[in-house]
């Protein structure tokens, strides 16, 4: 089990909502209030008028639009704004979720695009996206969504099963993802296509990346779920670091074997009650409970080991068979992997 960083005090979120429909405003402010109160501070406009003038007297760390507006709509104020505020992260919030709207806002600097009808079903989905948006930048990448890791805005636009391009410039080298209808099916970079490439890519120390509209890739590389592709790639990352450790501290040493690893079953879920996903999981509701135990007891293993904050991440590992948890407060994933040691 991974303990988790040091406990941090929840930092405060500043957040603009502009929209003309005012009870959908209450009811998005309400619920982010309900989850963040009193660490979120949540200012309403129901104009553009409104939303310069609250942005004249208020920092704000995040604005979440909508489009369809009188006067000047979303866009015209996402174009206004980023020409004022380069820096500010703008989320476009709208039930008109068109291929058309989405490139616009894309190309003129929106960090998300959520759709409002899926919000409106289901308040759980709006918090992490924003919180995450609203976060400081990851080290080494910066780009159109530079508040946000780029391994999370893959999990953030599977998850919504949108279609993008990443493009993903390093220090010396630079490629693509590219995602559709929420699966991963290409990468490239230099040489490399698949797999290989994605977990290069996800590997960059430095660089930037940006998310763009889709364009289908000249082949399909990758085919499998994105969260055992993720997994994978972590995977890799972390046997090449121990590799490299072991080859400089003892050169002589023989590599370590390979071993083919397939990915069985997959449950990823807010609670025990409320699984978002499963693939090959027929016991995923038992998946959840043991999730959200897990989950409760990392928080006695923090109380035991006080500065360590909550274990994030719990394996359970056996000759030939892999179980790794992933454990945060809006989403835990279940992924168990079968394991077959392949020959020298």
């Not at 009811?27 to 008028?49: E, S």
């Not at 291929?99 to 308040?123: H, T, W």
């Not at 409760?296 to 068979?321: C, H, M, N, W, Y």
Request: charged content about 25%; aromatic content about 4%.
């Amino acid at each position: 089990m991974t303990p988790a960083a040091p406990t941090k005090a929840a930092r405060t979120r500043r957040i603009l909502l502009v929209d003309d429909n005012p009870d959908f405003t209450v009811a998005v402010k309400d619920y982010l209030l309900a989850q963040r109160d009193p660490t979120w501070i949540v200012h309403t406009a129901d104009n553009y008028i409104e939303a310069l003038d609250c942005l004249k007297v208020n920092t704000v760390d995040l604005v979440v639009t909508d489009i369809k507006m009188p006067v000047m709509d979303g866009l015209q104020l996402l174009t206004l704004l980023k020409r004022s505020r380069p820096s500010l992260p703008i989320v476009v919030l709208t039930s008109v979720v068109t291929p058309e709207n989405r490139a616009y806002a894309l190309q003129n600097g929106a960090a998300l695009i959520l759709d409002k009808m899926e919000v409106a079903s289901n308040f759980s989905c709006i918090h992490a996206a924003l919180e995450a948006t609203a976060e400081a930048p990851a080290p080494g990448f910066k780009g159109m969504l530079r508040e946000v890791g780029l391994t999370e805005l893959i999990q953030m636009e599977c998850l919504s099963r949108k279609s993008s391009t990443l493009e993903i410039k390093g220090p010396n080298a630079s490629g693509r993802i590219y995602i559709s209808d929420g699966s991963i099916i290409h990468a490239e970079i230099e040489s490399l296509v698949g797999e290989k490439a994605l977990a290069k890519l996800l590997g960059l120390k430095g660089g930037e990346f940006h998310l763009t509209p889709f364009k289908m890739p000249s082949r399909q590389t990758i085919d499998g779920q994105w969260e055992g592709l993720l997994m994978e790639a972590a995977q890799s990352l972390d046997e090449e670091s121990v590799q490299k450790t072991a080859e400089a501290t003892e050169p002589a040493a023989p590599p370590p074997s390979r071993a083919g690893r397939h990915v069985e079953e997959i449950v990823v879920c807010a609670s025990a009650n409320d699984i978002l996903y499963q693939w090959q999981a027929p016991q995923a509701e038992r998946r959840g409970r043991l999730l959200d135990w897990l989950w409760l007891q990392s928080a006695t293993v923090g109380k035991l080991l006080p500065g360590l904050g909550r274990a994030d991440r719990f394996e359970i590992a056996e000759p030939q068979a892999r179980v790794v948890c992933l454990l945060q407060a809006e989403r835990k994933v279940f992924v168990r992997l079968s394991i077959a040691p392949q020959p020298e």
